[in-house]
C-alpha cells in the first residue's frame, strides 16, 4: 500500500480529530485501491511515483513489460492522452473522463492532491472501468452520438458563415462593372469601413461577400444583418447580446450578439439607413471603440471587426433631414463603392442571363435554354427596377412556364406585358447594345485582305482568328453568345479572344 505521507490533513483540529481524519483519508485510498480498476500517482512535475497492483494490467497494452520501465517516468510518455499534467497544472479534478489510447478505452477519474498549506504536490489518477464500450453500450452509443452532432453542427455553422461569394461571381465585363471590382479589390486589403450603395437587387450582399473573401479576414466569419428585418426591440440585442438573465424570459446562458460572432471577421450591415436613431449612437461607439457592453450587463467586451454597410437609401440626404446621424455617416462612409444600375450596364445583360440561366437549371432540374436575339432585344426595353434580382425572377417564370428550347420575344411578353412591340427589323439591330460597335471594330470577311507574302504562323493565327470572329458575330447579328457556340468556344474564351486582338469595346 502506498503510504499517504503527502495527503493533506488539517492542523487546526484536536488530536483525536485529526487521527479521525487521517484514518478516513487512509480508508477511502483503500477502498479506492480495492474497487477500482487501478491507481496511479504522479508528483508535482508529472512524474509517476506509484500504481497500484490492479494498474500493472495496463502496463502491456501500452507496450511496457516491466514496472520499473513505466514508475519514474513522465506520465505523459508512458499514457498517451492523458489530461494528468492539466490537473496538476489547473487544481481542477476531472471526475468523469473517457480516455483512449492504445491499450484500449477506459472511463477515469483525476484528482489533485495538495499539501497543509493547499499547493499542489501531485495527482491521483483512478481507472474506474475498463473498456466501457462493451460494458456501457447506451451511454458509449449516446455519447458516439452527440460527438457527431457536435461536429456536424461545426461544420454547418463554419459553412453558413464563409463567404458564398467571391469576385468571379460578380458577372460583368462593362466599364462600370470593370470600376465596382477595382475599387473593391483595392478596398479589400484594407480594414477600412465600406459603404455599398446602390438599388435593391444590383448584388451589395454579393459584393460585401467578395471584399471579406479577397481580404486578410478570409479564415474568420462573415456575419450579416438585414436591419430592415429584424423588429426595432430586437435590434439592441441582434447587435451586442444579451447578458445571462438579463430580463425575464432570457436565456441563463446569455447570448452573443452579431458583434461578438463577427469578432475577427467582417459585419455586413444590410439596408443600414434603416437603424433608428436610438441604436446609432450605440453602433458609432462600437465602431469607434471596437468594443461593445451585452444588454443587461457592465462588461465591456472588446472585438476586432471590419464593418461594410449598404443601403438603397440616400444617406446624404437622410443626413441633412436630421434621421441619420451624420457622425455615423462619416464613420461608414470611409471608401463608398456605387453599384450600377441593370439598365445602366445592359452591356452585361447577356453574360447575367447565361449565368441565372445556367443557375436555375442546374437548381431545378430543368434543361438548358438558348436566349434568342429578338427577346435580348425585349429584355433590353424593361427598365428593371429590381434589378438582377428581377432579371433572374423573370427567367425562371420563363423556363417554368414553357418547354420550348429556344426562348424568344414571345415568351418575355408574357411576363413583361408592359414592354412595347419593337418595329420590324429592328429586333435582330438592337439584339444587342454593343453590335453596332462590333461592326464598327471587326472588319468583315470580305474586307479582310489577303496576305501579300507568307507571315509568321502566330500572326496568321491571330488574323485567322479575327475574321473567324468577325464572320460569326456578322452572322449572328452581333449576339456573342451565339456567335460563341457558332465557334465552339465559350462566351468567356470569345471575350478573352475579343481582348487579345484588341477588339473588344474600350
Do not use: C
Not at 512524474?47 to 519514474?72: C, H, N
Not at 481507472?127 to 451511454?139: C, D, G, I, K, Y
Amino acid at each position: 500500500m502506498f503510504p499517504l505521507d503527502e495527503i493533506a490533513h488539517a492542523t487546526d483540529l484536536p488530536r483525536d480529530a485529526r487521527s479521525v481524519l487521517e484514518l478516513t483519508a487512509r480508508s477511502m485510498f483503500q477502498l479506492f485501491a480495492e474497487t477500482v480498476e487501478g491507481m496511479l500517482v504522479v508528483d508535482r512535475s508529472g512524474r509517476v511515483v506509484w500504481i497500484s497492483e490492479g494498474y500493472k494490467q495496463f502496463l502491456p497494452g501500452l507496450g511496457i513489460s516491466q514496472e520499473s520501465d513505466f514508475v519514474g517516468h513522465a506520465v505523459d510518455e508512458v499514457v498517451p492522452n492523458t489530461l494528468m499534467r492539466e490537473v496538476i497544472e489547473s487544481g481542477r479534478a476531472i471526475l468523469v473522463d473517457l480516455l483512449t489510447n492504445k491499450a484500449g478505452t477506459f472511463l477515469v477519474s483525476r484528482i489533485p492532491l495538495r499539501d497543509p498549506a493547499g499547493q499542489i504536490i501531485g495527482a491521483l489518477g483512478l481507472v474506474l472501468m475498463a473498456h466501457p464500450e462493451s460494458t456501457m453500450q447506451p451511454l458509449m452509443r449516446k455519447f458516439a452520438r452527440l460527438q457527431n452532432e457536435l461536429n456536424d453542427a461545426r461544420k454547418q455553422l463554419a459553412e453558413q458563415r464563409r463567404p458564398k461569394y467571391t469576385f468571379a461571381s460578380f458577372i460583368g465585363a462593362s466599364p462600370q462593372v470593370v470600376e465596382v471590382k477595382r475599387q473593391a479589390r483595392r478596398v479589400a486589403q484594407t480594414d477600412s469601413s465600406v459603404l455599398l450603395l446602390g438599388e435593391t437587387g444590383t448584388g451589395k450582399e454579393l459584393l460585401a461577400h467578395a471584399i471579406h473573401a479577397a481580404s486578410s479576414r478570409v479564415g474568420r466569419p462573415f456575419i450579416g444583418v438585414n436591419i430592415a428585418a429584424v423588429p426595432e426591440t430586437l435590434l439592441e440585442a441582434e447587435f451586442f447580446g444579451v447578458a445571462p438573465g438579463a430580463y425575464t424570459g432570457a436565456d441563463r446562458r446569455g447570448r452573443d450578439g452579431k458583434f461578438k460572432l463577427a469578432d475577427g471577421g467582417t459585419l455586413f450591415l444590410d439596408e443600414i439607413g434603416d437603424m433608428p436613431a436610438a441604436l446609432q449612437a450605440k453602433l458609432l461607439r462600437a465602431l469607434q471603440e471596437q468594443e461593445i457592453e451585452p444588454l443587461g450587463s457592465n462588461q465591456v467586451i472588446k472585438v476586432d471587426v471590419r464593418v461594410i454597410a449598404a443601403t438603397s437609401r440616400d444617406l446624404a440626404r437622410l443626413v441633412s433631414e436630421g434621421q441619420f446621424r451624420e457622425d455615423l455617416y462619416y464613420r461608414l462612409n470611409v471608401v463608398p463603392i456605387r453599384l450600377p444600375a441593370l439598365r445602366e450596364r445592359l452591356g452585361d445583360l447577356e453574360a447575367l442571363v447565361e449565368a441565372l440561366e445556367n443557375e436555375v437549371a442546374r437548381r431545378s432540374g430543368m434543361p438548358h435554354r438558348e436566349v434568342t436575339p429578338d427577346a435580348f432585344a425585349v429584355l433590353r426595353q424593361h427598365p428593371w427596377r429590381g434589378n438582377i434580382r428581377e432579371l433572374r425572377n423573370v427567367l425562371e417564370q420563363v423556363m417554368m412556364l414553357s418547354d420550348d428550347l429556344r426562348l424568344e420575344a414571345r415568351h418575355f411578353r408574357r411576363v413583361l406585358p408592359h414592354v412595347p412591340e419593337a418595329p420590324a427589323g429592328v429586333a435582330t439591330e438592337v439584339a444587342e447594345s454593343d453590335a453596332e460597335e462590333a461592326d464598327r471594330t471587326l472588319p468583315s470577311v470580305a474586307a479582310a485582305p489577303a496576305p501579300a507574302a507568307i507571315k509568321p504562323l502566330p500572326e496568321a493565327i491571330a488574323e485567322l482568328e479575327r475574321q473567324s470572329i468577325a464572320a460569326a458575330l456578322a452572322a449572328t447579328g452581333g449576339n456573342k453568345l451565339a456567335a460563341s457556340r457558332l465557334l465552339g468556344i465559350s462566351r468567356a474564351t470569345l471575350y478573352d479572344k475579343l481582348t487579345q486582338l484588341g477588339l473588344a469595346k474600350a
